[in-house]
């Protein structure tokens, strides 16, 4: 399924408490992650053959094993990863709303964001 589909089969309420969660600060920031959803939702995907792939993963610095996908695959414009496809390793144990959770906290953080979201990026990050 293409990162746009995804992010088409949630309404932003079903994974926000997700966010919370995997961005402690995100629970004061709902109206900006939710403009950011809503802007995901409006753009043109540009189609790519790249992926955005959740496995097994290793914390280099403690050693912890976690389920997650490599920075490098949020790493373009929103258009671009709206396009990529989302795939997930039989053996990681998220569920779907999480994973669409932290590909929106993936997209926000890591992906080039449109002009456009240049304010509300700036309090999230900040």
Not at 98 to 115: K, Q, S, Y
Request: a negative charge; one cysteine or more.
């Amino acid at each position: 399924m293409k990162l746009k589909e995804l992010f088409q089969a949630y309404e932003f309420d079903e994974i926000y408490p997700q966010i919370g969660l995997m961005f402690p600060k995100g629970r004061h920031l709902r109206a900006q992650f939710c403009n950011a959803y809503n802007l995901l939702l409006e753009l043109k995907p540009v189609m790519s053959k790249k992926q955005i792939r959740y496995q097994l993963m290793e914390d280099p610095d403690s050693n912890e094993m976690f389920f997650g996908a490599d920075d490098r695959d949020f790493n373009g414009p929103w258009e671009v990863l709206l396009g990529k496809e989302v795939k997930k390793d039989p053996k990681v144990d998220l569920t779907s709303e999480e994973m669409v959770a932290n590909c929106l906290l993936n997209t926000v953080l890591i992906g080039r964001h449109p002009r456009s979201f240049e304010k509300d990026y700036q309090a999230i990050v900040k």
